[in-house]
């Protein structure tokens, strides 16, 4: 928890401009948009939107923002220094990052020599004016600086004085922050810390024999920062061993989305930092809203979410063992290192093969359902769900087909309608892309038989329709029904084409996903169990949910 006396640290996000570059993420302008809008409601104090002029794209998403602000993050530019042999003031790509309208400007600097003599192909000195040049400039069109020493760690273990200069030379010019970049993301983390501390002690000698003038005095000391990538899986432990040793701004992104590995991880670093080491990041409120933006842009970006992801991930406080679900139910410290809530997320309690008794009093109680007077008939549904497990249904991952399987053993299963039977047909046509299905149901809904039939681009498809048709004119709310997920897995391939099939259905009404479960060594009958059950389980939440209105009535 921080406190007003919590030293204060400053986020710096970049995932618009350095997460994108991560193979297989791409966004629009209305997903860059969204995304930052949402960063600002966490209360991320920079958000950095893009190069200006280095895509139509990034242009128009700062033209947005200077008709829209955001309400409290500064929005950045992002750009490098000046080509060589040339000067700022006629540098084409810097006309593009004033007509951004940023207050703020991240201009990135070579810090090694290496890349200086081989990537821009210019001398050493020729760089260290590179950047006094571009940040002169960018300081007299009113613009304020971070500047992001490029390949910092690797510059200064092989030429350190040389990567110092370059320092040097961004604060004669008048940046305000010096953000040391692990660009390889090889740095370990004991070396990130004795160099910071090097750099801080450095600066500061440097500062200090600077002559006084009788206008301003003597010089302020810009404040370090730390950018790091994860090459090594280090990048989250190398930006705290940086803070540790002083660095007051933190850069990184939401989910670690970047290039190659990625860069630090926001969603860790923001918890470990505040919650942990008790600086002072975004408010407490807005800390409960970490796991909500971190789903919010891994949906945008159109990435599947990390479920094991630390502190933001669904799994982060599962627990499925048994002994730890009963140790957790007493008191939550004994396998919890944080409270779950404090960053927006929630416990859940697993059930598999590997749970007891107290998983299942846990999951029911989840569902409403109150057996802890009721041992007896706990005792025999954990037993039924792991007979069930060894024959191949997994039911963590399917958290419907095991509350039926609850209300079945209680004796309170809804029969909303019976299946009496069905028969698939498959249509292949050598050539076609797809083939067409047709199936045809029969079901019996308070005692009346109906018979329907109906097709699909495929088995599942058509007997997911056929259902439906037979079912809508009984229950017209299975129409806002939809079946949004798939998933087959072969349990036993050493068994060829007899092996067995566990089928995932993922189905959602608009407000609510359930997953349900099939096994089988026939796909098709292990799909009908999945999808019959996700249809039972919808009816069931929309029951429950009428009787909900009419008890507030």
């Known amino acids: 928890m921080t406190t007003n ?139 304020r600086i971070i500047y992001d020493a490029e390949h910092w760690f690797d ?25 040391l970049c692990d660009t390889n993301g090889g740095t370990l983390p004991h070396e990130i810390g004795q160099i910071v501390q090097d750099v801080n002690g450095h600066l500061s000698f440097v500062i200090s024999q600077e002559p006084m003038t ?3 005095g003597q010089r302020t000391m810009p404040q370090i920062g730390i950018h790091t990538h994860n090459d090594s899986e280090m990048a989250v432990a190398n930006a705290i061993a940086a803070v540790m040793a002083g660095a007051k701004m933190v850069q990184g992104t939401i989910n670690g989305y970047g290039e190659r590995c990625g860069n630090a991880n926001l969603c860790s670093l923001i918890p470990n930092l505040q919650l942990k080491l008790g600086y002072s990041c975004i408010t407490e409120d807005q800390l409960t809203q970490l796991t909500e933006a971190s789903r919010f842009v891994s949906e945008v970006v159109n990435l599947a979410p990390d479920e094991h992801a630390p502190f933001v991930g669904l799994s982060a406080f599962a627990h499925k063992g048994g002994i730890h679900v009963s140790a957790v139910e007493r008191n939550p410290l004994t396998y919890e290192h944080i409270q779950p809530e404090q960053v927006g997320n929630n416990r859940r309690i697993v059930i598999s093969e590997q749970s007891g008794l107290s998983n299942v009093l846990a ?90 039939a109906a097709e699909g681009n495929g088995p599942v498809a058509a007997l997911d329709a056929a259902l439906r048709k ?30 067995k099939t566990r089928v995932l259905v993922e189905s959602g009404n608009g407000r609510q996903r359930w997953t349900t479960v099939g096994v089988s060594t026939n796909i098709l009958e292990a799909s009908y169990q999945a999808v019959v059950e996700g249809l039972e389980y919808g009816l069931l939440l929309h029951s429950q949910s009428e009787a909900a209105v009419k008890v507030s009535s």
């Open 155 to 179: 510059g200064y273990k092989h030429n350190p004085d040389y990567a110092l200069q370059t320092l040097e030379a961004a604060i004669a010019s008048g940046a305000e922050w010096l953000v």
């Open 5 to 143: 006396s919590s030293p204060q640290l400053w986020l710096y996000d970049t995932t618009l401009r350095d997460g994108t570059q991560r193979e297989g993420l791409s966004v629009s302008i209305e997903d860059k948009l969204r995304i930052a809008r949402r960063l600002d409601q966490l209360g991320i104090p920079f958000i950095e939107g893009g190069w200006p002029g280095a895509n139509p794209k990034d242009v128009q998403f700062f033209w947005q923002l200077q008709e829209d602000p955001l309400k409290l993050s500064e929005i950045v530019a992002f750009c490098s220094t000046r080509r060589p042999n040339s000067t700022a003031a006629t540098e084409p790509m810097l006309q593009d990052i004033l007509a951004a309208g940023t207050r703020w400007v991240t201009i990135f600097g070579k810090s090694w020599d290496l890349h200086v003599t081989t990537s821009l192909k210019t001398t050493l000195e020729e760089n260290l004016a590179m950047i006094r040049d571009t940040i002169e400039y960018l300081r007299s069109q009113g613009r």
């Open 470 to 499: 037979a079912l809508m004119n009984f229950y017209p709310q299975i129409a806002t029904f939809d079946l949004t997920d798939y998933k087959v897995r072969i349990l036993n391939g050493h068994t060829g084409t007899a092996a």
């Open 363 to 452: 999951k029911a109680h989840s569902f409403g359902i109150e057996l802890d007077q009721q041992k007896a008939e706990a005792r025999q549904i954990l037993q039924r769900l792991k007979d069930l497990e060894s024959e191949g249904f997994q039911f963590e991952a399917a958290e419907a087909s095991f509350v039926l399987l609850m209300h079945e053993a209680l004796g309170g299963r809804q029969k909303f309608f019976e299946v009496k039977g069905f028969q698939v047909h498959c249509d292949l046509i050598e050539g076609k892309e797809t083939s067409n299905a047709l199936a045809t149901v029969k079901i019996a809904v308070d005692g009346k038989n109906i018979l329907e």
């Open 214 to 216: 009788k206008d301003k």
